[in-house]
């Protein structure tokens, strides 16, 4: 997982203890994460990633799993699904 999104995941993740590694398809609701935390969270990922996720992309299918998440930046900018394979 990339280490922004986890780090950005576990600001808002309440229910996941400190060290705990995230499944990434975990749903988002299990870790604690909130309707009023999603709307921050889209905040934060717009801000760390330079994307801009339209409206209708926020929906509870896209926000469902943080590979739900990583798939739609990668959708938004293609060079984060570059950068992943060049870590693999």
């Given at each position: ?50 994307v801009?996720?339209?409206p ?18 990668c ?14």
């Amino acid at each position: 997982m990339d280490p922004d999104l986890e780090r950005i995941l576990r600001m808002h993740a309440r229910f996941l203890a400190a060290g705990t590694v995230i499944d990434p398809d975990l749903s988002i609701a299990s870790l604690g994460v909130d309707s009023l935390d999603m709307i921050e969270l889209v905040v934060q990922l717009e801000g760390r990633f330079d994307v801009e996720i339209p409206p209708d992309e926020v929906t509870p299918e896209t926000f469902s799993t943080p590979a739900s998440i990583w798939r739609l930046l990668c959708q938004l900018d293609p060079r984060l699904a570059a950068n992943e394979s060049s870590r693999l």
